[in-house]
């Protein structure tokens, strides 16, 4: 899925890129040491990449850090099925909407893949030996005839290759009438969280068959609702902190020992709107999209249509940072609003020091900021312009003035093209970006790197 | 800038029409395709929360943000008092044909220079001649590249005639417009999905009114006798207020409504 060298296109110059509607990635996420990758799929597949090590080659230099980086495909699974809600009459997508691993304890790890009503909590575990020798079974799993057991012998394991398995421990369902946008796992590392538009839930890992509702802002008359839930996470050291956002660009940091159901904020931040700059579209651009803690815990980042923003826990008042996007849409927004992109969802990430943050745009765009200088970099995500261990140029959307050569006009943009879904290391400078059904991996080496996959 | 005295919220960053003529015919002119746009943008937010009936339940957040959208442009029309008059001069004119109207965004394909288009329109064949009857304050600085050209003095609502990615509504110059106050029964019918399930729409719209507001309801009663106006009367009645001219679907219209929707939404 993740391998488009596996799929050649029909020659797109003249045909538009024939996209299977289930190969489109809907999500990514690295594992905490980085060793693994996920990605999920509109038509409820996983795909988990693993990093390749060079300490598991013949040589090893003095020095060398040991990961050569590159990523191969380690596991597929397919997490969910189409399901039909027969109360509603509705269909349930499979669409994986979120992946979260949990902190590895074992040798296996565990990721939770949720779609728009089921969580699931998969174990993943390596098998490289296998015991031989039974006696009541032959090799094939036959059961011998006892009549031909002379003696007894002890099973031996025995090395065999490398099978990776990935089994359902945990299956989390009916906990949402409305459709998940977030999972987030505790710091405690026993519980998760999972935020529909109306609710949020806290599930306990090994429980299945009950969670408790933290936030229910649900109004009493379906009538009277204005705001949904968009996004939600765990504070990442603070296990009784987690923070929602909301369609009208407000986030909520609430504590869960403030009361049981935590529909009070203990903070609300919001920016004032600017009265200059209102339009019949000011509200749904203000719809953050994604909101994610900062790895030290002290920020937040915010991503809504035109802006990503950070926001410092501390000032409730307005974000700290203020990033532009692709602020050429704004005078577009009346014909993104008709054809419904200006209701696309982008993700927002931080690197592992918190000192760039990165998000996606069309055109196969994502925009990197760099906080100390405020400048941000556009770069692209696809396959023509990206070969294996090339250099990733930067790229510009030509706004007005001295036009330079590969500047893109705003109306070449391809909006079909849209960066939503992408995840970086939790410790070095490789990104994963999922391109519609392509997923590509950045690296940055001494020399700025990169290849695709 | 504005002589008429109305209350303009877009407060817009860019240079405002330097080349109007601040007269007042300008200013109604001006006022009245601002009210025409509105009213454009009110109906292609009726229509997107009218496909919400699809076979996945439908996006809560999105359904949620264009109903606040139809509320908003709601209030303003009834802070603008134009709401009334609306329903005063449906309230004088029976018909009973489906009158198309034109969604916003929408490139005229017979032009190439965008111009807004008024919120009702006959079918296609007709369209075209409305093109000439509505005065066109922001064609005379039409940006360079048709596809840039606003109306700047709306602020962002100004990227309406930009259509370069909508190719392939270029093709679809017409469009059943969706009458005021279904969007208070769809809003209801959206959320309500969520809730349990809802028979799908009776395209008979007396139902959808059921549990309205007496004043939409008032509306509908009007819209349900839509006018036999010709083109002109049409543009006669919106330079005097930015009526909502366009009648409630007829039954055999709403396939045709579907379809059309289903190649503005796209794929």
């Known amino acids: 899925m993740g391998e488009d060298a596996e799929s050649p296109k029909i020659n797109h110059t003249f045909l538009r890129d024939y996209v299977t509607e289930a190969d489109v990635i809907s999500t990514v996420e690295f594992n905490q040491t980085g060793d693994l990758l996920a990605t999920g799929d509109k038509g409820g597949r996983v795909v988990i990449f693993q990093r390749e090590t060079e300490s ?26 189409p399901d039909f809600d027969y109360l509603k009459s509705l269909e349930i997508e499979e669409k994986i909407n979120k992946i979260r691993w949990l902190p590895q304890q074992n040798a296996a790890h ?28 032959d090799e094939e799993g036959r059961l011998k005839d006892i009549s031909t057991i002379t003696s007894l012998q002890v099973p031996v394991l025995k090395p065999t290759d490398l099978m990776v398995e990935v089994r359902p421990r945990r299956v989390f369902a009916n906990g949402h009438t409305y459709h998940v946008n977030s999972i987030s796992v505790n710091s405690d590392g026993e519980t998760y969280l999972s935020a529909d538009d109306l609710r949020i839930n806290m599930w306990h890992l090994g429980i299945t068959d009950r969670s408790f509702n933290i936030v229910d802002i649900k109004p009493a008359n379906m009538e009277d609702l204005t705001e949904v839930i968009t996004a939600s996470e765990f504070h990442p050291h603070h296990c009784h902190l987690f923070v929602y956002s909301s369609s009208k660009g407000t986030l909520r940091l609430c504590d869960m020992r403030a009361s049981a159901l935590c529909d009070k904020h203990a903070k609300l931040y919001e920016e004032p709107e600017d009265p200059g700059s209102r339009s019949f579209f000011s509200e749904i651009i203000s719809s953050v999209s994604d ?8 920020y937040m980042l915010t991503r809504d249509y035109l802006t990503a923003k950070v926001w410092d826990l501390h000032m409730d008042k307005g974000p700290v940072e203020t990033y532009q996007v692709h602020e050429y849409l704004r005078s577009k927004l009346c014909s993104l609003y008709e054809n419904d992109c200006i209701f696309d969802k982008f993700e927002c990430v931080w690197n592992s020091s918190d000192s760039v943050i990165m998000t996606g745009a069309y055109n196969s765009f994502f925009r990197m900021f760099d906080r100390e200088t405020g400048r941000g970099v556009t770069l692209e995500a696809w396959r023509e312009s990206s070969k294996p261990r090339a250099v990733l140029r930067t790229r510009r959307v030509y706004t007005g003035g001295k036009r330079r050569r590969g500047d893109v006009g705003v109306d070449s943009l391809d909006f079909t093209k849209k960066i939503l879904h992408m995840a970086w290391h939790p410790a070095e400078n490789i990104i994963a970006i999922a391109a519609t059904n392509n997923l590509y991996i950045f690296q940055d080496r001494v020399n700025p790197d990169a290849h695709t996959q | 800038m504005f002589p008429k005295g109305t209350k303009r919220k877009f407060a817009d960053g860019e240079e405002a029409a330097p080349s109007e003529a601040p007269g007042p015919t300008a200013a109604r002119a001006l006022s009245s395709a601002y009210s025409l746009q509105r009213q454009s943008l009110l109906d292609m937010s009726l229509i997107k929360l009218q496909l919400c009936h699809m076979l996945v339940e439908p996006n809560l957040c999105r359904s949620v943000l264009i109903a606040n959208t139809v509320r908003q442009i709601q209030e303003e029309m009834t802070q ?35 111009k807004p288009v008024p919120a009702a329109l006959e079918q296609t064949l007709q369209e075209e001649s409305y093109q000439e009857e509505v005065v066109m304050e922001e064609d005379s600085h039409a940006a360079p590249s048709p596809q840039l050209s ?21 093709e679809e110059d017409s469009e059943e417009s969706v009458s005021e106050p279904e969007e208070e029964s769809r809003t ?32 509908d009663t009007v819209l349900m006798q839509s006018p036999k106006m010709g083109p002109y009367d049409l543009l006669e009645s919106l330079s005097h207020s930015p009526a909502l001219s366009s009648t409630a679907s007829c039954r055999s219209d709403l396939n045709e409504l579907d379809h059309i929707m289903e190649i503005i ?3």
């Open chain 1, 110 to 137: 565990f990721l939770l893949s949720t779609n728009d009503k089921t969580i699931k909590l998969w174990k993943v575990s390596e098998r490289d030996k296998r015991p031989e020798g039974y006696n009541l079974k």
């Open chain 2, 188 to 219: 209801e019918q959206v959320f309500g999905t969520f809730e349990i399930k809802q028979p799908p729409a009776d395209p008979a719209l007396e139902e959808l009114f059921s549990d309205v507001d007496p004043s939409y309801y008032d509306l």
């Open chain 2, 150 to 170: 606003g109306a700047p003095y709306l602020g962002p609502f100004s990227s309406s005639w930009d259509e370069e990615e909508e190719a392939e509504d270029e």
């Open chain 2, 80 to 114: 603008d008092g134009t709401w009334q008059i609306m329903t005063q001069a449906l309230s004088q004119c029976p018909s009973d044909r489906l009158v198309a109207s034109e969604v916003l965004c929408r490139q005229d394909p017979a032009s190439q220079s965008p």
């Open chain 2, 265 to 267: 939404v796209g794929s």
């Open chain 1, 291 to 298: 909101v994610k803690f900062s790895h030290s815990g002290r």
């Open chain 1, 56 to 81: 598991k080659g013949d040589f090893e230099e003095v020095g060398d850090t040991g990961d050569s980086g590159e990523y191969n495909v380690y596991s597929t699974f397919q997490s969910h099925e």
